[in-house]
């Protein structure tokens, strides 16, 4: 194997503060980091959106690509998008008290968006 750097095993050296621990005790560390790993992930998650992400929400909420489209370009244009193009129209449906479907055609429209404005930047979302 010429050419090839040969590795040093330094396995027992970086196992050294591991060594003392029980199964249990190993089992609770790995969880205890593994959370730390993800938990910067899912604060990502929880903060940020894009409009991939709301057009892929509203079409799990049964719109077509077509109609989710201009749907989270108006949620761009009035600064809404990241409360969640999905949750504003469901907030609307719920206002107006119509169903979500009729909510999101309607805001297609044109319509609502003044009070979804007023929903979300007023405080009261």
Do not use: C
């Not at 008290?97 to 999101?104: E, H, S, Y």
């Amino acid at each position: 194997m010429k050419g090839y750097l040969k590795r040093q095993d330094d396995f027992q050296v970086r196992r050294q503060h591991l060594a003392n621990l029980s199964d249990e005790e190993l089992k609770q560390r790995f969880w205890k980091l593994a959370e730390q790993a993800v938990e910067p992930l899912l604060e990502l998650a929880r903060t940020n959106t894009s409009p991939s992400i709301e057009r892929s929400v509203l079409l799990r909420m049964g719109f077509s690509s077509l109609e989710a489209k201009p749907l989270v370009e108006n949620a761009i244009d009035r600064g809404l998008i990241g409360k969640g193009v999905g949750h504003v129209v469901y907030r609307i449906s719920k206002e107006k008290k119509i169903p979500l479907r009729q909510a999101g055609l309607e805001m297609i429209e044109g319509k609502h968006w003044d009070d979804a404005v007023a929903i979300f930047k007023g405080g009261n979302e």
